[in-house]
Protein backbone atom coordinates (compact mmCIF):
# COMPACT_ATOMS: atom_id res chain seq x y z
CA UNK A 1 0.00 0.00 0.00
CA UNK A 2 0.80 3.32 -0.53
CA UNK A 3 0.65 6.42 1.82
CA UNK A 4 -1.07 9.70 -0.50
CA UNK A 5 -0.28 12.87 1.29
CA UNK A 6 -2.04 16.36 0.06
CA UNK A 7 -1.22 18.99 2.03
CA UNK A 8 -3.89 21.92 2.07
CA UNK A 9 -4.07 25.61 2.94
CA UNK A 10 -6.59 24.51 5.82
CA UNK A 11 -6.56 20.77 6.05
CA UNK A 12 -4.20 18.11 4.96
CA UNK A 13 -5.54 14.87 3.41
CA UNK A 14 -4.24 11.37 3.82
CA UNK A 15 -5.15 8.67 2.12
CA UNK A 16 -3.69 5.00 1.42
CA UNK A 17 -3.91 3.44 -2.19
CA UNK A 18 -3.38 0.21 -3.92
CA UNK A 19 -2.73 -0.46 -7.67
CA UNK A 20 -6.54 -0.38 -8.55
CA UNK A 21 -7.75 2.43 -6.09
CA UNK A 22 -7.76 5.27 -2.98
CA UNK A 23 -8.87 2.94 -0.32
CA UNK A 24 -9.33 5.06 2.85
CA UNK A 25 -8.74 8.58 3.67
CA UNK A 26 -8.61 10.65 6.60
CA UNK A 27 -7.81 14.16 7.49
CA UNK A 28 -5.99 16.42 9.88
CA UNK A 29 -5.03 20.16 10.63
CA UNK A 30 -2.23 21.10 8.45
CA UNK A 31 -1.39 24.04 10.50
CA UNK A 32 -2.36 22.91 13.68
CA UNK A 33 -0.57 19.36 13.64
CA UNK A 34 2.49 18.24 15.46
CA UNK A 35 4.62 15.43 13.09
CA UNK A 36 3.81 12.95 15.93
CA UNK A 37 -0.25 13.55 15.12
CA UNK A 38 0.52 12.91 11.95
CA UNK A 39 2.33 9.83 12.34
CA UNK A 40 -0.62 8.39 14.33
CA UNK A 41 -2.54 9.89 11.79
CA UNK A 42 -0.65 7.92 8.82
CA UNK A 43 -0.52 4.79 11.08
CA UNK A 44 -4.27 4.46 11.67
CA UNK A 45 -4.85 4.33 8.24
CA UNK A 46 -2.23 1.97 6.78
CA UNK A 47 -1.87 -0.70 9.55
CA UNK A 48 0.67 -3.00 8.30
CA UNK A 49 3.08 -0.28 7.33
CA UNK A 50 2.77 1.49 3.63
CA UNK A 51 5.61 0.12 0.62
CA UNK A 52 5.92 4.17 -0.42
CA UNK A 53 4.81 7.37 -0.02
CA UNK A 54 3.76 10.11 -2.26
CA UNK A 55 2.72 14.30 -1.53
CA UNK A 56 1.56 17.45 -3.31
CA UNK A 57 1.50 20.55 -1.34
CA UNK A 58 0.37 23.89 -1.24
CA UNK A 59 2.65 24.76 1.92
CA UNK A 60 6.08 24.09 1.41
CA UNK A 61 7.59 24.71 4.91
CA UNK A 62 5.08 21.79 5.54
CA UNK A 63 6.17 19.61 3.15
CA UNK A 64 9.55 19.04 5.26
CA UNK A 65 7.38 18.61 8.71
CA UNK A 66 5.48 15.80 6.27
CA UNK A 67 8.77 13.89 5.73
CA UNK A 68 9.79 13.92 9.00
CA UNK A 69 6.74 12.03 10.15
CA UNK A 70 7.21 9.58 7.45
CA UNK A 71 10.90 9.42 8.35
CA UNK A 72 10.55 8.91 11.70
CA UNK A 73 7.19 6.52 11.43
CA UNK A 74 8.03 4.33 8.42
CA UNK A 75 11.81 5.18 7.38
CA UNK A 76 10.31 6.67 3.93
CA UNK A 77 10.40 9.33 1.90
CA UNK A 78 7.80 10.85 0.02
CA UNK A 79 7.65 11.61 -3.89
CA UNK A 80 6.44 14.77 -4.61
CA UNK A 81 4.59 15.74 -7.39
CA UNK A 82 5.29 18.90 -9.07
CA UNK A 83 5.76 20.89 -12.25
CA UNK A 84 8.54 19.40 -12.93
CA UNK A 85 8.30 15.30 -11.66
CA UNK A 86 4.24 15.60 -13.57
CA UNK A 87 3.35 12.60 -15.42
CA UNK A 88 -0.19 11.58 -16.62
CA UNK A 89 -0.94 14.50 -18.17
CA UNK A 90 1.10 17.32 -20.38
CA UNK A 91 1.25 20.93 -19.21
CA UNK A 92 0.95 23.70 -21.35
CA UNK A 93 1.63 26.69 -18.94
CA UNK A 94 4.03 29.35 -19.50
CA UNK A 95 5.14 29.24 -16.00
CA UNK A 96 4.50 25.41 -14.77
CA UNK A 97 6.25 26.20 -11.51
CA UNK A 98 3.05 28.35 -10.28
CA UNK A 99 1.04 25.58 -11.03
CA UNK A 100 -0.37 24.36 -7.36
CA UNK A 101 0.83 20.66 -7.32
CA UNK A 102 -3.10 19.55 -6.19
CA UNK A 103 -4.17 21.25 -9.36
CA UNK A 104 -1.70 18.96 -11.12
CA UNK A 105 -3.00 16.06 -9.46
CA UNK A 106 -6.52 16.73 -10.33
CA UNK A 107 -5.96 17.52 -13.71
CA UNK A 108 -3.92 13.81 -13.57
CA UNK A 109 -6.94 12.45 -12.41
CA UNK A 110 -9.97 13.84 -14.40
CA UNK A 111 -7.73 12.86 -17.72
CA UNK A 112 -7.42 8.93 -16.22
CA UNK A 113 -11.44 9.25 -15.76
CA UNK A 114 -13.00 11.62 -17.72
CA UNK A 115 -11.01 11.79 -20.79
CA UNK A 116 -10.00 15.28 -22.69
CA UNK A 117 -11.45 18.14 -22.31
CA UNK A 118 -12.32 18.37 -18.71
CA UNK A 119 -12.41 20.32 -16.35
CA UNK A 120 -12.24 19.84 -12.22
CA UNK A 121 -14.20 22.53 -10.05
CA UNK A 122 -12.21 22.28 -6.37
CA UNK A 123 -14.50 23.78 -3.55
CA UNK A 124 -11.39 23.83 -1.19
CA UNK A 125 -10.17 27.23 0.45
CA UNK A 126 -10.11 28.73 -2.81
CA UNK A 127 -12.47 27.67 -5.31
CA UNK A 128 -10.38 26.70 -8.25
CA UNK A 129 -10.96 25.37 -12.29
CA UNK A 130 -8.25 23.15 -13.65
CA UNK A 131 -8.86 22.47 -17.31
CA UNK A 132 -7.51 19.79 -19.19
CA UNK A 133 -7.77 20.80 -23.15
CA UNK A 134 -8.15 18.49 -26.14
CA UNK A 135 -4.56 17.30 -26.24
CA UNK A 136 -4.95 16.20 -22.68
CA UNK A 137 -2.75 18.91 -20.93
CA UNK A 138 -3.21 20.87 -18.10
CA UNK A 139 -3.81 24.30 -20.06
CA UNK A 140 -4.42 26.86 -17.39
CA UNK A 141 -7.46 27.41 -15.05
CA UNK A 142 -9.35 30.36 -12.53
CA UNK A 143 -9.14 30.89 -8.92
CA UNK A 144 -12.32 32.32 -6.77
CA UNK A 145 -12.33 32.86 -2.93
CA UNK A 146 -13.74 29.96 -1.39
CA UNK A 147 -17.00 29.50 0.16
CA UNK A 148 -15.79 29.79 3.63
CA UNK A 149 -13.41 32.47 3.14
CA UNK A 150 -16.47 34.48 1.85
CA UNK A 151 -18.24 33.87 4.22
CA UNK A 152 -15.60 34.40 7.18
CA UNK A 153 -14.56 37.73 5.79
CA UNK A 154 -18.33 39.39 6.02
CA UNK A 155 -18.13 38.34 9.58
CA UNK A 156 -14.69 39.03 10.48
CA UNK A 157 -15.56 42.85 8.66
CA UNK A 158 -18.41 43.33 9.90
CA UNK A 159 -20.18 44.33 13.26
CA UNK A 160 -23.42 42.66 13.00
CA UNK A 161 -23.12 39.34 10.76
CA UNK A 162 -22.20 36.20 12.40
CA UNK A 163 -19.40 33.16 11.44
CA UNK A 164 -21.91 30.76 9.81
CA UNK A 165 -22.18 26.94 9.01
CA UNK A 166 -22.58 26.46 5.12
CA UNK A 167 -25.73 24.24 4.48
CA UNK A 168 -28.74 24.35 2.41
CA UNK A 169 -30.88 27.22 2.02
CA UNK A 170 -34.48 26.91 2.85
CA UNK A 171 -35.37 29.42 0.46
CA UNK A 172 -33.66 32.46 -1.73
CA UNK A 173 -35.31 35.11 0.48
CA UNK A 174 -33.47 34.73 3.95
CA UNK A 175 -35.77 35.59 7.11
CA UNK A 176 -32.96 36.19 9.24
CA UNK A 177 -29.31 37.22 8.39
CA UNK A 178 -28.48 33.79 8.66
CA UNK A 179 -30.62 32.99 6.18
CA UNK A 180 -29.23 35.37 3.79
CA UNK A 181 -26.06 34.87 4.29
CA UNK A 182 -26.74 31.16 3.23
CA UNK A 183 -28.45 32.62 -0.12
CA UNK A 184 -26.01 34.52 -0.98
CA UNK A 185 -23.10 31.91 -0.46
CA UNK A 186 -24.89 29.10 -1.37
CA UNK A 187 -26.73 29.70 -4.21
CA UNK A 188 -24.23 32.87 -5.36
CA UNK A 189 -21.55 29.58 -5.52
CA UNK A 190 -23.80 27.57 -7.76
CA UNK A 191 -24.62 30.82 -10.08
CA UNK A 192 -20.62 31.62 -10.24
CA UNK A 193 -19.76 28.59 -11.04
CA UNK A 194 -22.39 27.52 -13.98
CA UNK A 195 -21.42 30.80 -15.46
CA UNK A 196 -17.75 29.91 -15.70
CA UNK A 197 -18.80 26.43 -17.00
CA UNK A 198 -20.37 28.39 -20.06
CA UNK A 199 -17.11 30.42 -20.66
CA UNK A 200 -15.68 27.67 -20.33
CA UNK A 201 -17.25 25.70 -22.75
CA UNK A 202 -17.54 28.59 -25.31
CA UNK A 203 -13.77 28.76 -24.93
CA UNK A 204 -13.10 24.99 -25.72
CA UNK A 205 -15.33 24.91 -28.47
CA UNK A 206 -17.47 22.08 -27.08
CA UNK A 207 -21.47 21.41 -26.33
CA UNK A 208 -20.46 19.51 -23.95
CA UNK A 209 -17.68 19.61 -20.68
CA UNK A 210 -17.08 16.53 -18.52
CA UNK A 211 -16.70 18.56 -15.30
CA UNK A 212 -16.13 16.81 -12.15
CA UNK A 213 -16.71 18.65 -8.27
CA UNK A 214 -14.19 17.78 -5.07
CA UNK A 215 -13.34 19.53 -2.20
CA UNK A 216 -15.12 20.54 0.95
CA UNK A 217 -18.05 22.01 -0.61
CA UNK A 218 -18.69 20.12 -3.38
CA UNK A 219 -21.60 17.74 -2.07
CA UNK A 220 -23.70 20.75 -0.89
CA UNK A 221 -22.62 23.03 -4.07
CA UNK A 222 -22.41 21.20 -6.89
CA UNK A 223 -25.02 19.06 -7.04
CA UNK A 224 -27.60 21.29 -8.34
CA UNK A 225 -25.79 22.26 -10.70
CA UNK A 226 -26.57 20.66 -14.53
CA UNK A 227 -23.32 20.90 -15.97
CA UNK A 228 -21.14 18.64 -13.27
CA UNK A 229 -20.37 15.20 -14.64
CA UNK A 230 -19.18 14.01 -10.75
CA UNK A 231 -18.55 14.60 -7.61
CA UNK A 232 -15.53 12.71 -6.21
CA UNK A 233 -14.00 13.65 -3.19
CA UNK A 234 -10.82 11.69 -3.16
CA UNK A 235 -10.07 12.87 -6.71
CA UNK A 236 -6.79 15.04 -5.28
CA UNK A 237 -6.02 11.54 -4.06
CA UNK A 238 -6.46 9.65 -6.81
CA UNK A 239 -4.30 11.49 -8.64
CA UNK A 240 -1.45 11.48 -6.60
CA UNK A 241 -2.61 7.20 -6.86
CA UNK A 242 -2.31 7.87 -10.66
CA UNK A 243 1.33 9.73 -10.39
CA UNK A 244 2.65 6.95 -8.09
CA UNK A 245 1.99 4.43 -10.72
CA UNK A 246 3.19 6.25 -13.66
CA UNK A 247 6.53 6.71 -11.93
CA UNK A 248 7.06 2.66 -11.62
Known sequence: MILLLDIGNTHTHIGVGDENKVLAHGEISTHGSTVAEQTEAMRELCEG??????VCSVVPDKTSTMQVALRQGFDLFA????HSTVKGVGVDYPNPKTIGPDRLANAIAAKAHFGTPSVVVDFGTAVTFDVVDHAGRYSGGIIAPGISAMTDYLHEKTALLPRIEIEEPRSVIGKSTKEAMLSGAVYGYRGLVKELLEKLKS????????TVATG???ELIAKDIPGISAIDANLTLEGLRLFHYAQA
Not at 79 to 82: F, P
Not at 203 to 210: A, F, H, M, P, T
Open 216 to 218: GCA
Open 203 to 210: ELDVYELK
Open 79 to 82: SELN
Open 49 to 54: GPTAAV
